[in-house]
């Protein structure tokens, strides 16, 4: 079975060979291959050829067309720092809180930044893999860029003191997803990940998530179904299990948790939900503990979820860069060893 | 507690900084010395939230628009920082070398200033050689430091031996944020890991009044 069925099997809680296991890596791909961060943030053919090398080293089920988080706001318009050996940071956001957010232009994923740059890894992803391998685009969801593109004080107090603006701005930073979204879609990627750390209940409160997030997301997740993405990922990292029951009126396939979301739970509070989960092991522990702590913590969360399914496993969030390869190698090992149905009591 | 207290209280940490502004006013007006408004209304306002943190309905921007308003109140009854009364410690607060986050050290800086601590804020991207020397500058209690990428921890780890290079070991080092409170006390070589700003502001206050009056 390629890892593309396998996805699609456990995304419908069908039966398969074994679960997928998905390790979220980005420029650790870079690492693991002996090139830098600076190489791989700056080519989307070298960031490609990473990924493909450290699936091949690694044996998971998906690669990223992902670069960094800073490529939308450097599209918009930001001042994107270049900094040696970690990832870019947004050094000046592209708006301020009197733009007028209903005269703003999308920036083109063909031309703009490197928007291009993303489209091209995606590319080269999908001549390589076909469906091998899961090809997994990726965008900020429109709260992320939102913060990203004002800054986050400045965003968050816009959200309480003038929530008419507000939404203004997140239906242009949704438009601007959409845009990325679907190019990426047309470049190869398989679906598109929605990656909305801001819209955490630790961040916002439940109220402003349902009224003025949720829409906006459900509307993204429409445009990439409609452009025939297998699935719809939604990626909130924090303390999300008062939101996660929700994921699926949002038309969200997948929900990742983070290490923080309990999933016994997790499973008790979505019941019957048919949302597909991939996590939750700590990004951290990838750096700083063992190969067994992780093999231990991987073997827990299959057995949590070997009656239900719907399961990927995977890390909480991004795997950072500086990871030690031995414990990425034990939960994907952890994962291939597993059989359906071997859940021990 | 004086109603017009309770009434600032519930303003505070609901947010509303004009109204919490206009009470302070009448309160002033009224003859209210000011170290009587931080204590009974902004630390009960602290107080109050620390508790919402700890039953999990902490969100950021709940907590910012309280700690607008507690800023706003501190800078209308003490325009001068310096002027702060009853100040329990002197605390720097920074994010490391290799790290341009910096919304849970305001967070924090907010929480310790709500709570009279004397904030140095070092800002971000920051050596731990400029760290050391602002708390030797200001006979720091504690130096605290918000991660939200690993990538910082060799620099977190590095602080304690630096300090105590400075002749400085007695300084607190606590850490927080993201990236960081995932890890423990002994891999990150500090003294305390918060969860949240509050854990930080309950640390510092369970250390002995001689180490926190240090300097």
């Known amino acids: 079975m390629d890892s593309v069925a396998r996805i699609r099997r456990t995304m419908a809680f069908q039966a398969c060979d074994r679960p997928p296991v998905i390790a979220q890596v980005f420029a650790h791909a870079a690492l693991a291959c002996g090139r830098s961060v600076d190489a791989y943030v700056a080519s989307g053919v070298v960031a490609a050829a990473c990924q493909i090398e450290a699936r091949a080293r690694y044996g998971y089920d998906a690669v990223f067309a992902v670069l960094d988080l800073t490529l939308e706001a450097e599209a918009a318009g930001g001042v994107v720092q270049s ?3 970690v990832y870019p940071a ?39 893999c076909g469906d091998e391998a899961l090809v997994v685009g990726l965008v900020q969801g429109p709260m992320t860029l939102a913060v990203q593109f004002l800054g986050i004080e400045k965003a968050l107090f816009l959200a309480a003191d003038d929530p008419d603006r507000f939404l203004q701005l997140l239906d242009y930073t949704a438009a601007v997803g959409k845009a990325f979204g679907l190019a990426q879609l047309a470049a190869g990627a398989h679906l598109v990940l929605v990656f909305e750390p801001a819209a955490c209940p630790e961040v916002v409160p439940p109220g402003l998530f ?23 990922w939604l990626h909130i990292a924090g303390k999300t299990g008062a939101v996660l029951p929700h994921y699926v009126a949002l038309g969200a396939d997948i929900g990742n948790f983070d290490y923080c979301v309990d999933p016994e739970a997790l499973l008790e509070a979505l019941g019957d939900s048919r949302l597909c989960l991939d996590g939750n092991i700590k990004s951290l522990s990838f750096v700083t503990d ?10 827990q969360l299959l057995n949590v979820f070997d009656r239900r399914g719907g399961f990927i496993l995977s890390s909480g969030c991004e795997i950072p860069p500086e990871s030690q390869e031995a414990t990425i190698a034990a939960m994907v090992r952890t994962a291939l060893a597993w059989k359906s149905g071997q859940s021990e009591v | 507690m004086p109603p017009e207290l309770e009434s600032l209280v519930q303003a505070l940490t609901e947010g509303e900084r004009e109204q919490s502004l ?37 969100n950021l921007l ?14 209308r009854l003490f325009p001068d920082d310096a002027a702060l009364p009853a100040v329990r410690g002197n605390v720097v607060v920074a994010v490391l070398e290799g790290d341009i986050h910096d919304i849970g050290k305001a967070i924090l800086k907010i929480v310790l200033t709500g709570n009279r601590f004397h904030v140095i804020d070092c800002g971000k991207d920051v050596s731990v050689a400029a760290v050391i020397s602002a708390a030797a500058q200001c006979g720091a209690a504690a130096v605290c430091v918000s991660g939200l990428i690993s990538s910082v921890i060799p620099q977190v780890r590095a602080l304690k031996p630096a300090l105590a290079r400075a002749g400085l070991a007695h300084v607190r080092v606590l850490a927080g944020g993201a990236a960081l409170k995932q890890c423990t006390v002994a891999a990150l070589n500090v003294d305390h890991v918060g969860q949240t700003a509050f854990d930080a502001v309950a640390y510092l206050e369970s250390m002995t009044p001689a180490v926190v009056c240090h300097g």
Not at chain 1, 114 to 124: D, G, K, V
Not at chain 1, 214 to 224: E, I, S, T, V
Not at chain 1, 290 to 299: N, W
């Open chain 1, 290 to 299: 063992s190969a067994a702590d992780v093999e231990r913590e991987a073997r």
């Open chain 2, 22 to 58: 206009r009470i302070v006013a009448d309160l002033v007006s009224g003859g209210m010395p000011s170290v009587d408004i931080i204590t009974g209304g902004i630390e009960k306002a602290m107080a109050a939230l620390d508790k919402k943190c700890t039953a999990e309905q902490f």
């Open chain 1, 90 to 128: 947004v050094a000046r956001p592209p708006l301020a809180p009197d733009d007028d957010f209903r005269r703003l232009t999308i920036p083109d994923p063909r031309t703009a930044g490197r928007l291009p740059m993303a489209l091209e890894m995606a590319t080269c992803l999908r001549d390589a």
């Open chain 2, 62 to 75: 709940e907590i910012m628009l309280a700690g607008r308003a507690v800023m706003a109140v501190i800078r």
């Open chain 1, 83 to 85: 900094r040696r050996g």
């Open chain 1, 210 to 232: 349902r009224e003025m997030i949720g829409p906006r997301l459900k509307w993204l997740f429409g445009a990439f179904t409609k452009a025939g993405a297998i699935g719809n």
